[in-house]
């Protein structure tokens, strides 16, 4: 069983070898490979080479087109601040408090910013490791997107303040996400992870999701699955308990939770969902490599009857891990 078909037997709740181990490694990537982020992030053919990389390194059943969470805002027409060796930052937001999200055009992947780049990334990856490895891509969800065009305090005041335009900021950045998510299908990711962290419980309530953002995370969803998508992934960091039971109505087939709710409660609230996660990220910088394998072995024992998940990280794992707790990780589940 290769790499590519263990997921999606887990994500069909089918019998796998071993449990599939996904670790989020992004910025991680280019810090194994010594080459400075800031290079890696605008270069879309160092990107893949750093991935491939650290998967014959690790030995785990996934690679990443994926740069930042900025990517999108840049092609729109945001101004970001790049450093080398930290992710880049927005130094002007593209719009303004009073300004119209009508005066803004939904950029093309193959010219805009460093969509191209990534689109290349994805080329690369496909051709390399075909159907033996999942290619994710990876988009900004609608409320994540929204929060980078204004800023989030902007974001969230008018979304209170005059929540009609909020949610036509919503469609936009909805239809900023299909259209880069189907461009990276088309280049040959098996599905784009939709990551929204702006739409955790730690910043909007659960209500606010229910109303505004499910709706959109539908019209996404639905865009992937006609484009050829795997399977539909979203990923939202944080204390999600209260929204993981609507992540099915959206659309989801695989739902990322992080280290706040406690696996048993997970399967719970979507016993018919593949879950990832949940490990918490600042461990495999401050851990040991025996404390990594613990708790890696303690979630993979908590899914062994029950199926349908991949071992991950609640959140990113950070560019300065130890390299040696994420391979205490992966051997977790190839059993030492």
């Known amino acids: 069983m290769n790499s590519l078909e263990r997921i999606k037997a887990a994500i069909a709740f089918a019998p796998v070898d071993r449990t599939p181990v996904v670790p989020q490694l992004f910025g991680h990537a280019a810090t194994l490979a010594g080459v400075a982020l800031g290079d890696y992030l605008r270069d879309g053919c160092l990107l893949a080479r750093c991935q491939i990389e650290a998967l014959e390194h690790y030995g785990h059943d996934i690679v990443f087109a994926f740069m930042d969470l900025c990517v999108e805002t840049e092609a729109v027409g945001s101004i970001l601040r790049y ?13 303004a408090p009073s300004s119209s999200v009508s005066a803004l055009a939904v950029p093309d992947p193959a010219a805009a ?7 290349r990334t994805a080329g690369i990856l496909r051709h390399e490791l075909d159907d033996t490895v999942l290619v994710a891509g990876c988009v900004a969800g609608p409320m994540t997107l929204a929060t980078q ?11 209170a303040d005059d929540p ?27 599905l784009p992870i939709v990551f929204d962290p702006s739409a955790s419980p730690a910043v909007v309530p659960p209500q606010f999701f229910r109303e505004l953002l499910l709706p959109r995370l539908q019209r996404v969803f639905a865009s992937f699955r006609q484009a050829g998508a795997l399977a539909n992934w979203l990923n939202i960091a944080g204390p999600t308990e209260t929204t993981l039971p609507y992540y099915p109505e959206a659309g989801a087939d695989i739902a990322n939770f992080d280290y706040y709710v406690e696996p048993q409660r997970a399967q719970q609230l979507l016993p018919h969902t593949c879950l990832d996660g949940n490990l918490k990220s600042l461990l495999f910088v401050e851990a040991s490599p025996d404390e990594v394998t613990a708790a890696a072995s303690r979630l ?37």
């Open 113 to 119: 910013g460093r969509m191209p780049e990534l689109l």
């Open 149 to 159: 065009l204004l800023g989030i305090e902007t974001a969230l005041y008018l979304a």
């Open 83 to 95: 450093h080398d060796n930290q992710y880049p930052d927005v130094a002007s937001y593209v719009l």
């Open 164 to 190: 009609v335009r909020f949610e036509k900021i919503l469609d936009f950045s909805a239809a900023v996400a299909i259209r880069y998510g189907t461009a990276q299908i088309e280049a040959g990711v098996h």
């Open 300 to 336: 993979v024992a908590a899914f062994a009857e029950r199926g349908g998940f991949l071992l991950s990280s609640g959140c990113e794992i950070p560019p300065e891990a130890k390299p040696e707790n994420i391979a205490a990780m992966v051997a977790a589940c190839r059993g030492g």
